[in-house]
């Protein structure tokens, strides 16, 4: 299987905004947006609040973490890369009046306390940085602080007759 392209043109290389000297306007992210900008429209209609949460990616808070994932494309071991790419999303949901929560901040807190926030070492999880427990904790310490705060309304996880036609739909197969 050959690699992943690691060139840092965001036009093929996934990951092209983490990797060093990538000096993005915003511009690159015109397509997401434009999706989000509809979401929220949609979701404002119907009467519900559209949140972003953004978290980092294990290589972007420890030197050690997502190590397999750091051969498969291409990052270096023992180093740390940038989190300018979740402050440039929180700074233009809010520029598009989006409630944006960017956990990055908790997770390099958190990192000091507890290694690692991202979990390796079952399945197919050290190529992906797939939250852990400890990274779903952190996520939940943030939302709780931020209802003790007054500045987000609790959200109630609604519940579902089986018989009901409106069952939300799967989004990931277990």
């Known amino acids: 299987m050959a690699r992943p392209d690691a060139s840092g043109d965001v036009r093929v290389d996934t ?25 929220r ?8 609040p559209l949140w972003l949460t953004l978290y ?13 994932g750091r ?5 270096e ?14 700074e233009l949901g809010r520029s598009r009046d989006i409630s944006v929560i960017n956990m990055t901040g908790d997770f390099l807190e958190r990192s000091k306390k507890e290694f690692p926030p991202c979990r390796r070492g079952r399945g197919d999880f ?5 939250l852990s427990a400890a990274g779903r904790s952190a996520h939940q ?16 996880t609604p519940t579902h007759d089986t018989a009901s ?4 739909a799967r989004m990931f197969s277990p």
């Open 15 to 39: 990951y092209a905004m983490i990797r060093d000297g990538y000096h993005g306007d915003g511009s690159d992210w015109s397509l997401t947006f434009g999706y989000i900008e509809r979401i």
């Open 41 to 48: 429209d949609l979701l404002t209609v119907r009467g519900v």
């Open 56 to 68: 980092p990616y294990g290589h972007q808070i420890s030197p050690r973490e997502w190590n397999d």
């Open 71 to 75: 051969v498969d494309w291409s990052f």
């Open 77 to 90: 071991h023992n180093r740390v890369y940038t989190r300018a790419p979740q402050k440039q999303v929180e």
């Open 126 to 130: 050290p190529r992906a940085a797939a």
């Open 141 to 156: 310490e943030r939302r709780s602080a931020q209802e003790l705060a007054g500045r987000t309304a609790r959200i109630e």
């Open 165 to 168: 036609p409106r069952q939300p």
